[in-house]
């Protein structure tokens, strides 16, 4: 019997405690997200790539996530719900 296959966009507890291995998982890793994420999955998705952008040990590795990072920052500013405004009316006297 084989284990049911997680949700899309679903990123595992292990991956966040323990980290990738090394800095090219960690950039197909961050590929991987920004390919898969949704409107739905977008804000654990954001934390969770911030995460392993901090766990890579280079300025190098680091720019080379930014295309990723940026894309996924702006899928989110995108997606980000606007905080309603409530609209009143003036009363007149």
């Known amino acids: ?5 997680p949700p ?3 990123v595992s507890l292990k991956s966040i405690k323990q980290g990738p291995s090394d800095p090219k998982s960690t950039l ?3 590929r991987e997200i920004y ?3 949704s409107k739905r ?7 969770h790539a ?3 952008l901090k766990s890579l040990p280079t300025e190098e590795d680091r ?3 930014t295309v990723y990072m940026e894309g996924i920052a702006q899928m989110r500013k995108e997606w980000a719900v606007a905080p309603t405004r409530g609209r009143t009316r003036k009363k007149s006297k």
């Open 41 to 47: 999955t977008i804000e654990h998705d954001f934390d």
């Open 8 to 10: 899309v966009g679903f």
């Open 28 to 30: 197909a890793e961050l």
């Open 1 to 5: 019997m084989t284990a049911p296959k």
């Open 35 to 37: 390919f898969k994420t």
């Open 50 to 52: 911030i995460e392993l």
């Open 63 to 65: 720019e080379k996530a």
